[in-house]
C-alpha cells in the first residue's frame, strides 16, 4: 500500500513515516509539509490513500483535499489532525474524504489506512463518538420524497454506523451481492458519490436539524 503523508509539522511527518513502515506492507512514498505539496505530490505518485494533516499555514488540508478530489475523484483521503472539531469533521466527510481520526491514536493509524485501502470509511473512536450527537434528529425528513424504502433505510442506517458490507449483510440477513444493489440504489436515488457521502447525508439530512 503506497501512502503519502502530509503535515506541516515535519518532525510529525518523520515519525508517521517511521510507524507506517514498521507496518508490513506499507510504504511511504512522498512526504509533504502544505496544502500545495499536497496536491503537487498526488498529482505525482497517486498514492492508494494519503495521510492528511488538516490546519496548515497557506492552503489548508481541507483545500488541498477538494483541489485533489476535482481531479482525482477516486482519491482515498484520511485525515489526521488534533483537532476534534465538528465543522472540520462535517467538512471533511462532506467533500468525500474516507475518515477523519485524532493524532493520538497512532495505535490505530496503520488498521484505519487499511480499511480505508478496503473501501470502508474510519472514524476514530473520539470522532465516532461525536457523530450522532452533532445534531438533533430530524423525524419530519421525508423517505417517500426520494422513493426510499424501509429496507433502503436499514442499509443507510447501517452504512453511516460504519459498518461494510459483509456487516450488513448478517445483520439484515441479505447477500452481500444484494446488500451492493440496495447501496447503488441508495446512491442513484439521493445522487451522491460513495458510501461516505451516503454517512455525511444520514447524520446532516436525517438526524440533523
Same mark, same amino acid.
Request: without cysteine; negative net charge.
Given at each position: 500500500m503506497r501512502i503519502a503523508v502530509i503535515d506541516d509539522d515535519k518532525l510529525v511527518a518523520l515519525s508517521l513515516k517511521t510507524i507506517l513502515e514498521s507496518s508490513d506492507g506499507i510504504e511511504v512514498v512522498a512526504m509533504g509539509s502544505s496544502g500545495e505539496e499536497a496536491i503537487s505530490l498526488y498529482r505525482e505518485h497517486e498514492p492508494d490513500?494519503?495521510?492528511? &494533516?488538516?490546519?496548515?499555514?497557506?492552503?489548508? +488540508?481541507?483545500? *488541498?483535499?477538494?483541489? #485533489?478530489l476535482r481531479?482525482?475523484?477516486?482519491?482515498?483521503?484520511?485525515?489526521?489532525?488534533?483537532?476534534?472539531? &465538528?465543522?472540520?469533521i462535517i467538512k471533511a466527510l +462532506?467533500?468525500? *474524504?474516507?475518515?477523519? #481520526?485524532?493524532?493520538?491514536?497512532?495505535e490505530g493509524i496503520?488498521?484505519?489506512?487499511q480499511a480505508v485501502m478496503n473501501g470502508q470509511s474510519v472514524f476514530g473512536d473520539s470522532v465516532r463518538d461525536k457523530l450522532?450527537?452533532?445534531?438533533?434528529?430530524?423525524?419530519?425528513?421525508?423517505?417517500a420524497a426520494y422513493e426510499i424504502s424501509d429496507k433502503e433505510r436499514e442499509i443507510l442506517e447501517a452504512v453511516a454506523s460504519g459498518r461494510n458490507n459483509k456487516e450488513i449483510a448478517e445483520q439484515l440477513f441479505l447477500s452481500e451481492g444484494t446488500v451492493?444493489?440496495?447501496?447503488?440504489?441508495?446512491?442513484?436515488?439521493?445522487?451522491?458519490?460513495?458510501?461516505?457521502?451516503?454517512?455525511?447525508?444520514?447524520?446532516?439530512e436525517i438526524k440533523g436539524g
Amino acid at each position: 500500500m503506497r501512502i503519502a503523508v502530509i503535515d506541516d509539522d515535519k518532525l510529525v511527518a518523520l515519525s508517521l513515516k517511521t510507524i507506517l513502515e514498521s507496518s508490513d506492507g506499507i510504504e511511504v512514498v512522498a512526504m509533504g509539509s502544505s496544502g500545495e505539496e499536497a496536491i503537487s505530490l498526488y498529482r505525482e505518485h497517486e498514492p492508494d490513500v494519503m495521510l492528511m &494533516d488538516i490546519r496548515m499555514e497557506g492552503m489548508t +488540508g481541507l483545500e *488541498a483535499g477538494t483541489e #485533489i478530489l476535482r481531479e482525482f475523484p477516486s482519491a482515498k483521503l484520511l485525515y489526521l489532525t488534533t483537532f476534534s472539531d &465538528d465543522e472540520y469533521i462535517i467538512k471533511a466527510l +462532506g467533500m468525500g *474524504a474516507k475518515g477523519y #481520526i485524532l493524532k493520538q491514536d497512532y495505535e490505530g493509524i496503520a488498521p484505519a489506512l487499511q480499511a480505508v485501502m478496503n473501501g470502508q470509511s474510519v472514524f476514530g473512536d473520539s470522532v465516532r463518538d461525536k457523530l450522532p450527537t452533532l445534531m438533533k434528529e430530524k423525524e419530519e425528513f421525508d423517505f417517500a420524497a426520494y422513493e426510499i424504502s424501509d429496507k433502503e433505510r436499514e442499509i443507510l442506517e447501517a452504512v453511516a454506523s460504519g459498518r461494510n458490507n459483509k456487516e450488513i449483510a448478517e445483520q439484515l440477513f441479505l447477500s452481500e451481492g444484494t446488500v451492493r444493489n440496495y447501496i447503488s440504489s441508495l446512491l442513484d436515488k439521493l445522487d451522491l458519490r460513495d458510501r461516505t457521502q451516503l454517512a455525511v447525508f444520514y447524520y446532516t439530512e436525517i438526524k440533523g436539524g
